[in-house]
């Protein structure tokens, strides 16, 4: 086996893996429920610790995405960074760069889910429109769907 196919296989699996964890048990509450807004849809939160409730509109949305794939593309860079050191693995500079924003770029893209959002056009545009606006019996079609979209930064 040669060195840059090994190389791949680890990049990927460290990316995906801390990529579960940052969309999921990283990110923070708030992040996930104020992403999507807008001022037409807009967001009440109410923090769980008995704080404030706040009207999150397009510019918060913006806002909590934008923090959320800096949280997210972090981890993953964090994870990329000490997993390869560990296994002895030497990975491009430039290319993990341009992994890394591939991947924070397609996630905001992805994440914001407005209304007539990129998501929902290329579903749309994909004859997927039904399934990403799933939302019943446990499964939520347009979260699938932005996993697709997001997990092939390499």
């Keep these: 086996m040669t060195y840059r196919p090994a190389a791949f296989a680890v990049a990927y699996a460290l990316l995906r ?3 579960d964890y940052a969309d999921h048990w990283g990110q923070s509450d708030f992040d996930a429920q104020a992403k999507g807004a807008t001022d037409d849809a807009p967001v009440t939160y109410t923090y769980e610790n008995g704080g404030p409730t706040v009207t999150v509109g397009a510019a918060g949305g913006r806002r909590a995405c934008a923090h959320h794939v800096i949280q997210y593309t972090a981890t993953q860079g964090l994870a990329l960074l000490a997993g390869t050191r560990v296994l002895g693995i030497r990975l491009h500079p430039a290319a993990v760069a341009a992994a890394l924003a591939v991947s924070g770029l ?3 893209a992805a994440d ?3 209304p007539h ?3 929902h056009r290329l ?3 994909t004859g997927k429109e039904r399934f990403y606006k ?3 019996h446990g499964m939520n079609g347009s979260y699938c769907l932005d996993l ?3 997990n092939s930064a390499l």
Aim: hydrophobic share 50%.
């Design 148 to 150: 697709l979209c997001t």
């Design 17 to 19: 893996a801390s990529a």
């Design 134 to 136: 799933l939302a019943d």
């Design 117 to 119: 959002g990129l998501l």
């Design 106 to 108: 397609t996630h905001y």
């Design 123 to 125: 579903a749309k545009a």
């Design 112 to 114: 914001r889910r407005v």
